[in-house]
């Protein structure tokens, strides 16, 4: 069976600091994807930023960047210079066969 | 840009009535999908379309549950009887592809809220 843990329930810092989300994922596969969704009060899943398992580069996207650890089979988000728009719920996904597999998710508030 | 498109995006309804969801996914996609979202908790698969018949289901799919591709656009997922605790946000996703052949990113509708009084 897939799994994605987030043990991060909420977090909370300052606008333009940098934040860390964490995500730990357990799969038989050898070949995969990991995603971040963000979803907003609208409750849209909005895609941040993909990894394909057997790229060793880090993913990045603007503020957006991975921490992808297949060994440990660790995926963590940082978002930069973090504005309050990215206020969210944020989800670690795991696409396994033909459907994603979610985490619990992390709420992530950004103050002012 | 392409995008998923669901209505409604809100619905109430009577327990035991039956409720249609609609999605339109992206028109050159091939495979879809329906997740759940019961409020405060986390992302559920549901089931998965293509080729106009079910791929996989999860156990949350049961025989209240179907999905239907009755024209070359819509992707509807029905529930016969609704219960309580069906109150969900549900969301349709569309990919092109597979895994490892084409870009399998998937893109979500905005999600339709049903409520079940």
């Known amino acids: 069976a897939q799994t994605v843990t987030q043990s991060q329930p909420e977090m909370s810092v300052q606008e333009a600091e940098t934040v860390t989300l964490s995500c730990t994922y357990d799969t038989s596969e050898n070949n995969y994807y990991l995603f971040w969704y963000k979803q907003p009060p609208s409750r849209q899943m909005i895609l941040v930023i993909r990894?394909?398992?057997?790229?060793?580069q880090n993913a990045t996207e603007n503020r957006f960047s991975v921490n992808f650890q297949k060994a440990a089979k660790s995926f963590s988000l940082k978002i930069s210079d973090s504005q309050l728009g990215d206020t969210a719920m944020y989800f670690c996904a795991l696409e396994g066969a033909q459907k994603l597999v979610f985490g619990q998710g992390t709420r992530l508030t950004i103050n002012p | 840009e392409p995008e998923v498109t669901q209505t409604p995006s809100h619905q109430v309804t009577q327990m035991g009535q039956e409720v249609i969801l609609r999605c339109v996914p992206i028109?050159?996609?091939?495979?879809f999908y329906w997740y759940r979202q019961i409020l405060g908790q986390k992302v559920e698969f549901l089931v998965s379309f293509y080729n106009n018949e079910i791929s996989e289901k999860s156990e949350i799919f049961d025989d209240q549950f179907s999905v239907e591709r009755p024209d070359g656009s819509n992707f509807t997922l029905k529930i016969r009887s609704t219960k309580l605790e069906d109150s969900a946000m549900y969301f349709c996703?569309?990919?092109?592809?597979?895994?490892?052949?084409?870009?399998?990113?998937?893109?979500f509708g905005q999600g339709t809220r049903l409520t079940v009084v």
């Open positions: 996703a569309s990919t092109m592809g597979r895994r490892g052949i084409l870009n399998t990113e998937a893109f």
């Open positions: 990894q394909e398992a057997y790229k060793q």
């Open positions: 028109s050159n996609h091939l495979y």
